[in-house]
């Protein structure tokens, strides 16, 4: 009886983490779409509740870890108990980092006014964004429900993202070369684009903390990247 008891308990506390890394997930999302939101709209206020935001994701992600020092001292897990605990606390670290990511775009969005100087540049970032939500989403599904095949897609479809990203750095320099007036707008954009670029970096890590969840190894293969070798230069990555 007592086995079976912490046997429930056990399961209890790892059904927590799970619940808890979920909450997070979804607030990064959210935050994710408000933040571009807020500066497709250039709307000051969004973007300041965008920023406060961050907050609950930062509580969240210290729940997770007391949580998880708490069930390791309380249940000493070995084996694929305790990958489930390492892996809640990596993806949590994960999720903290795009909530401060968003939070970035949406501090940029506070230095904008007026009109960008082609509507072709906001809609690269909503489209590089809309990429990284879906994948995010999926990824976290992937947790939760331990898929591994939709894990490794969302590993693999990080090359699109950073393709995207390279893309829309080239029509930023354009833009700045044709009027120095441009420069600081599109500057702002640049980092914004990146800032989304590396949310989805973070969405490969969750995919490559699932793997090991599962299978209980790294993933073999070299991660997939496109090119931003020129942009990096440019964005100080």
């Known amino acids: 009886m007592v086995t079976q008891h912490t046997a429930k308990a056990f399961d209890s506390d790892l059904t927590e983490l799970a619940r808890k890394v979920a909450e997070m997930g979804g607030l990064a999302e959210k935050q994710i779409a408000d933040a571009v939101d807020a500066l497709a709209r250039r709307d000051h206020e969004f973007a300041r509740r965008v920023i406060a935001l961050d907050k609950s994701i930062d509580a969240l992600q210290a729940e997770v870890e007391e949580k998880a020092i708490?069930?390791?001292?309380?249940?000493?897990?070995?084996?694929?108990?305790?990958?489930?605990?390492v892996g809640a606390l990596r993806i949590a670290n994960d999720l903290e980092r795009?909530?401060?990511?968003?939070?970035?775009?949406?501090?940029?969005?506070?230095?904008?006014?007026?009109?960008?100087?082609?509507?072709?540049?906001?809609?690269?970032v909503e489209h590089m964004s809309s990429l990284v939500l879906a994948q995010l989403k999926q990824v976290i599904d992937a947790y939760l429900s331990r898929n591994?095949?939709?894990?490794?897609?969302?590993?693999?479809g990080d090359e699109e993202?950073?393709?995207?990203?390279?893309?829309?750095?080239?029509?930023?320099?354009t833009y700045m070369m044709e009027d120095p007036r441009n420069i600081s707008f599109c500057i702002h954009l640049l980092f914004c684009a990146k800032n989304?670029?590396?949310?989805?970096?973070?969405?490969?890590?969750?995919?490559?903390?699932?793997?090991?969840?599962?299978?209980?190894?790294?993933?073999?293969?070299?991660?997939?990247?496109?090119?931003?070798t020129s942009f990096a230069a440019v964005a100080g990555h």
């Open 70 to 85: 708490l069930t390791i001292a309380r249940r000493q897990p070995m084996a694929v108990d305790l990958r489930e605990i």
């Open 196 to 228: 989304i670029e590396r949310m989805g970096d973070h969405a490969t890590n969750i995919a490559e903390t699932v793997h090991y969840m599962i299978e209980g190894r790294a993933i073999s293969e070299q991660r997939p990247k496109g090119d931003t």
């Open 98 to 124: 795009i909530g401060d990511l968003a939070k970035n775009i949406a501090k940029r969005t506070l230095d904008l006014s007026g009109e960008f100087p082609s509507q072709k540049l906001i809609r690269g």
């Open 161 to 173: 993202i950073d393709a995207l990203c390279t893309s829309l750095f080239r029509e930023l320099l």
């Open 148 to 156: 591994l095949p939709n894990a490794i897609a969302v590993w693999k």
